[in-house]
């Protein structure tokens, strides 16, 4: 059973920071990609930014120069740190990653989300 929790979300001013994490857990053997999407309310989930095993990364174009991912291999972490929010942020963040386990092939796991508030 693998888990992906997420911690780090809330209320913040618009211009304000926040990092999230998401940590994996369970009989892993190898994360490859991990990812942070978001949902805001009457919209789709989009990708926000993506990280492969070896640290390349991407991010969608209306965050790059404010969000930067990041991860510890070591502590099977996910890392968002968030800069110069703005209200157009304010949505529910997932975290992604793909698993393989102990016992079976890689599958793509999610995390439960935490709300991020950008107040303007």
């Known amino acids: 059973q693998v888990q992906l929790v997420e911690s780090g979300g809330g209320l913040v001013q618009a211009g304000g920071s926040l990092r999230l994490s998401c940590a994996a857990s369970g009989s892993i053997f190898s994360i490859n990609n991990m990812g942070w999407y978001r949902q805001a309310p009457g919209r789709q989930r989009e990708l926000v930014a993506a990280?492969?095993?070896?640290?390349?990364?991407n991010y969608t174009e209306s965050v790059k120069g404010r969000f930067s991912i990041s991860r510890d291999n070591a502590k099977n972490t996910v890392y968002l740190q968030m800069n110069s929010l703005k209200p157009e942020d304010t949505a529910v963040y997932y975290c992604?990653?793909?698993?393989?386990?102990?016992?079976?092939?890689?599958?793509?796991?999610w995390g439960q989300g935490t709300q991020v508030t950008v107040s303007p």
């Open positions: 992604n990653a793909n698993i393989r386990t102990k016992f079976s092939r890689e599958y793509e796991y």
């Open positions: 990280i492969t095993i070896g640290g390349t990364t």
